[in-house]
């Protein structure tokens, strides 16, 4: 990881705080890193902890990011929500996933690197990212109906979009649980990874995707999402040709190209 790290803290909406905040964020080369830091809380989603992640998103998209890498102080990723909060709940469950919704609506990549386990509402975390990394020791565990309440923020639907809808039934209404190297293989993750290795696997993929041209990547991420209603390969298409046009008549495009040729040229590449 590079040597120079500027860290903010988040511990209200507004993405401000002092040390000791549950979220803080960290800038290196165009990559926020959000690091859930409430570790003898295990990182519960409490409404609290949801604020601050909303508020870290935020202060990382102000601060210009072109990537978002999502981490947490160990040993557990997250242990989803507090069954304090569950019983005398101090906001309405629709306002505890606002950090989890803030995180989803990003325009930016986002890539969450799970070490330990994430559980209930805490496997919304990485669900609500684009890219999951895991390590051996990370394990995912909804668990939602052993505590008596039903999945919710969309936990069903983006679950079944990852493993499928015979996945998320073994996971939610039959109890099974997944390790990394599982979640990896069933599609939930995209790698598993070594612990070492986790936070820097993250950055390079986010550091390749802050240095690509940040209107280029929102509005690509923009037409991933948009591509999830398609339903054919002709609308497929037609939503895809309008955004290259689009891409087409950036302020530079041709240049750019000038440039990209010119350069394998010299190589013998052109």
């Not at 993929?205 to 923009?222: E, F, M, Y």
Request: contains cysteine; hydrophobic residues 45%.
């Amino acid at each position: 990881m590079e040597a120079a790290l500027t860290t903010q803290h988040a511990d209200n909406p507004a993405g401000t705080g002092e040390p000791g905040a549950l979220v803080t964020v960290e800038h290196t080369g165009g990559v926020a890193i959000l690091r859930l830091d409430d570790p003898k809380r295990r990182n519960a989603l409490s409404p609290a902890m949801s604020s601050a992640l909303a508020g870290a998103v935020d202060t990382a998209l102000a601060a210009g990011a072109g990537a978002m890498v999502l981490t947490a102080s160990p040993p557990v990723f997250c242990s989803g929500g507090s069954l304090d909060d569950l019983i005398s709940p101090v906001v309405p469950l629709r306002d505890s996933y606002a950090g989890f919704q803030r995180l989803a609506d990003a325009p930016v990549p986002t890539i969450a690197a799970v070490a330990g386990a994430a559980i209930g509402a805490g496997v919304n975390l990485p669900l609500a990212c684009d890219v999951v990394l895991a390590t051996p020791s990370a394990s995912f565990d909804p668990r939602f109906l052993d505590v008596g309440i039903h999945p919710g923020g969309g936990h069903l639907w983006r679950l079944a979009g990852r493993v499928g809808e015979q996945g998320a039934a073994a996971l939610v209404l039959c109890g099974d649980r997944l390790t990394g190297e599982e979640a990896a293989a069933a599609g939930l993750a995209w790698r598993c990874v070594d612990d070492d290795d986790l936070l820097e696997t993250a950055l390079v993929l986010a550091r390749r995707a802050a240095g690509r041209p940040r209107d280029l990547v929102i509005r690509t991420k923009s037409t991933l999402r948009a591509g999830r209603a398609v339903t054919s390969p002709a609308q497929a298409a037609e939503l895809e040709l309008a955004a290259q046009e689009w891409s087409v008549t950036r302020p530079g495009y041709t240049e750019h190209l000038i440039e990209l040729r010119d350069r394998l040229r010299s190589r013998g590449r052109g």
